[in-house]
């Protein structure tokens, strides 16, 4: 019921956004703001999906609606095993590169509503056609643009699905949870992850869907301790301090959104925004790229691949000069993930920031949805706008430099951890890796910090 609820928000935000449209890019900052579906989609929705990972590992999937359709439509569809490539990763890394440089920051799909919209009925498609091609939950676990980044923050949830008593599942004798017979039934269907809930032992894969429950209770009735699977709490950050290596797709798509939390936190405040702009516009400039199309791609490789690259290998490079001895491939996979906690950390002060500062436009969000007629007054200032509540600005702050430290702090301890296990060296090679959590974190607070103290 909650996946048909936000299919139909869904189908409604789709329909406001195709109301409002525009090539003009100063009235486009404005119209983001004032249509009820752009200011949904990309100031509330987006990020409550980041914090909820975050906390409560991947909650969304839950009442996504793409589960719902995608399943519906395996149903009746090809049932084709996905293929080695497709279950790679990869497709899901290439997805949001795709969304990322083409959609937002060459297309702007999240400053024109109308140009959200296709982009939104694009996922809703594909969802449909990867569910009538191939088997169960396929674009969940291998296509969905989000998959990488909600697994990988949900490393830090402190809470899990698991088993409560994993006796029980060894004394199974249908394995409803997992038989290929319960794939397809609506209610009560093996896992379409191909998960295993009772080895279920971090929040990388699993959906949250429920549906492995419903079949342990409604298959195997009448044995004590049934239900088996559950929602249990787990220690603060278990996942992470796993150690997991990323995968190859995996280490892409983290190296990316590296890059893209600095350009997210960083354009925040015109001093750095500035700066963080400099390289990609005098690169665009000397090449006199002047269509849309070559300065947004030129301007996304840089940010989210060059300078996120320089960031990774500059310990990684100190690190060999000093003696160390790791190759380059298991740098990336193993020691990436000290960067996933300050990236969790800064992507949820963006959210704080973004949420917060679009109060003001609630005014005149559901007398005006689709938002023309608002961003034209504020324009032409016909239409004020009410103040940020004066607690905004210090509480975001305050929580935005607890983030970055808590980041910061288990990033440390994470190093600490690898350079134990996966490093045997003295103190004189592995003192580099903490270059890591030392300028990729350190550089965030001392933005906020020079921001609040000089704005």
């Known amino acids: 019921m909650l996946q048909v609820i936000t299919l139909v928000?869904?189908?409604?935000?789709?329909?406001?956004?195709?109301?409002?449209?525009?090539?003009?890019?100063?009235?486009?900052?404005i119209l983001r703001n004032t249509n009820l579906a752009n200011l949904i989609?990309?100031?509330?929705?987006?990020?409550?999906?980041?914090?909820?990972?975050?906390?409560?590992?991947?909650?969304?999937?839950?009442?996504c609606p793409m589960e719902l359709l995608t399943s519906l439509a395996a149903r009746i569809g090809l049932k084709h095993k996905p293929h080695r490539f497709v279950r790679s990763g990869w497709i899901i890394t290439l997805f949001y590169i795709l969304i990322l440089f083409v959609g937002i920051h060459t297309l702007s799909i999240h400053r024109v509503p109308f140009r959200m919209s296709i982009y939104l009925l694009i996922l809703l498609t594909s969802t449909i056609i990867v569910g009538l091609i191939f088997s169960r939950n396929t674009f969940c676990a291998y296509i969905c643009p989000v998959g990488h980044l909600l697994g990988l923050y949900a490393r830090l949830a402190p809470f899990g699905w698991s088993t409560g008593d994993r006796s029980i599942c060894e004394s199974c004798k249908d394995h409803s949870c997992t038989a290929s017979t319960n794939a397809y039934i609506f209610q009560g269907r093996s896992c379409g992850v191909s998960l295993n809930p009772a080895?279920?032992?971090?929040?990388?894969?699993c959906l949250l869907c429920g549906q492995c429950i419903k079949s342990c209770n409604h298959n195997n009735p009448g044995i004590e301790g049934r239900p088996n699977p559950g929602w249990f709490v787990r220690p603060w950050f278990k996942d992470i301090f796993a150690l997991k290596p990323m995968t190859s797709a995996q280490t892409?798509?983290?190296?990316?959104?590296?890059?893209?939390?600095?350009y997210e936190v960083f354009t925040e405040w015109m001093v750095t925004k500035g700066l963080l702009l400099w390289l990609p516009d005098n690169i665009n400039m000397l090449l006199g790229t002047g269509n849309t199309w070559s300065h947004g791609l030129i301007k996304s490789l840089t940010l989210f691949v060059i300078l996120p690259t320089l960031v990774w290998m500059f310990p990684y490079g100190l690190f060999r000069l000093a003696g160390g001895k790791l190759s380059i491939k298991g740098f990336f996979s193993v020691f990436g993930i000290a960067f996933i906690p300050i990236m969790a950390a800064a992507h949820t002060v963006k959210a704080l920031l973004k949420t917060t500062s679009r109060i003001p436009y609630w005014e005149n969000a559901f007398t005006d949805p689709v938002g023309v007629e608002s961003a034209r007054g504020i324009l032409d200032k016909s239409l004020q706008l009410a103040s940020l509540p004066t607690w905004r600005d210090p509480a975001v702050t305050a929580m935005s430099l607890i983030l970055v430290?808590?980041?910061?702090?288990?990033?440390?301890?994470?190093?600490?951890?690898?350079?134990?296990?996966?490093?045997?060296g003295s103190w004189r090679s592995t003192w580099t890796l903490y270059l890591i959590p030392g300028i990729y974190g350190g550089a965030f607070a001392v933005m906020i910090c020079l921001w609040r103290l000089c704005y």
């Open 41 to 63: 989609v990309w100031s509330y929705w987006w990020p409550v999906i980041i914090i909820s990972a975050i906390f409560f590992g991947r909650i969304w999937c839950m009442v």
């Open 199 to 205: 080895h279920i032992d971090d929040n990388t894969d």
């Open 252 to 262: 892409a798509f983290c190296l990316i959104v590296s890059g893209f939390v600095v």
């Open 9 to 29: 928000v869904f189908v409604l935000l789709i329909v406001d956004g195709f109301a409002a449209d525009t090539d003009d890019m100063a009235f486009a900052r």
């Open 405 to 424: 430290c808590c980041g910061i702090a288990v990033s440390t301890v994470v190093i600490r951890k690898l350079t134990l296990t996966h490093v045997h």
